[in-house]
């Protein structure tokens, strides 16, 4: 699931994308694309942080 | 970062793809457009001019549709007028070293035929393998190719990412991170003026641009704190 803000900024880069020209939109959906990808990493990241914070090889030492 | 584009076509008005792609070149002085038929329709070329322009850019790129498994004529005549020896290789190091060379070309059949198995047989690698060489020769890295496969079966929102992909590789320095493309769409964000866009349009890329900002800083804090765990 898209983290809130991301998924808002998502949404309103569509409704610009709705107005413009074929340049504009090119880079708009550029810009979806990476804010997506940012989400993603994000996601993965913190998913592998509570990972090893969960794991029972760190809880002893 | 300066980029210098050479592009080989016989009948450039005629091809749909070439027009979009130059639809496409930055508007700045950091690209170069030298289309060597409209440079040369006699097919004398100028060598000083052209060795005077390689020695100006710090990035080459050859654009061209794929003859035959390579460029039309008369690219290879430009390759073998201008990069002489002396100029381009032999003795010390010549004057391309150092810099980048690339490849845009395109290409009528479906991407999956190039490959062992396929209708092409061989790669796009392997085909493209005697600009590999003159590039290793004359001491330039070798960019990965942007190859755009049957242009015209292409949809709005493919040509869309071509688009994007044929700015960044004009512009954006040899770095396929996502962090590379963000700050390259960042500064694009930045310079981008339209009569489209309306105060609301200008606050929403605003927006997007302190966002993608915010979520890379995040991005690298979260990187240091899994790294400093291992």
Do not use: C
């Not at chain 1, 959906?29 to 969960?54: F, N, P, Y």
């Not at chain 2, 289309?35 to 329709?41: F, R, S, V």
């Not at chain 2, 020769?137 to 190859?147: D, I, Q, S």
């Not at chain 2, 949809?155 to 992909?165: H, Q, R, S, V």
């Amino acid at each position: 699931m898209l983290e809130e803000r991301n998924e808002w900024m998502v949404k309103e880069l569509e409704q610009l994308f709705e107005q413009v020209g074929f340049d504009e939109k090119a880079l708009i959906k550029a810009a979806q694309t990476v804010i997506l990808e940012q989400d993603k990493r994000i996601w993965q990241m913190e998913g592998e942080l509570d990972g090893t914070l969960w794991s029972p090889k760190n809880w002893y030492d | 970062m300066k980029t210098l584009l050479i592009i080989s076509h016989p009948s450039i008005l005629e091809s749909s793809s070439q027009q979009f792609l130059l639809s496409a070149v930055p508007q700045t002085e950091q690209v170069t457009v030298n289309h060597l038929e409209a440079a040369y329709p006699d097919g004398k070329i100028d060598v000083e001019r052209e060795q005077q322009l390689l020695k100006d850019n710090d990035r080459v790129i050859f654009q061209f549709p794929f003859y035959w498994y390579s460029s039309p004529a008369f690219l290879k005549q430009w390759q073998d007028e201008v990069l002489t020896e002396g100029f381009a290789h032999g003795g010390a190091q010549g004057e391309l070293a150092g810099k980048e060379f690339g490849l845009i070309f395109m290409l009528g059949v479906h991407e999956r035929e190039y490959q062992a198995g396929g209708r092409e047989l061989y790669t796009i690698s392997e085909l493209t393998k005697p600009f590999q060489a003159m590039a290793h020769k004359t001491g330039m890295v070798y960019l990965k190719p942007l190859t755009v496969f049957q242009f015209a079966y292409m949809t709005d929102e493919e040509k869309m990412d071509l688009f994007i992909e044929y700015q960044r590789m004009l512009t954006n320095k040899n770095d396929d991170s996502l962090a590379s493309k963000e700050k390259w769409i960042v500064n694009q964000l930045r310079l981008l003026k339209s009569a489209d866009i309306d105060e609301a349009g200008e606050n929403i890329i605003n927006h997007a641009v302190e966002l993608i900002e915010e979520n890379r800083m995040n991005i690298n804090e979260l990187t240091k704190v899994i790294e400093e765990m291992y």
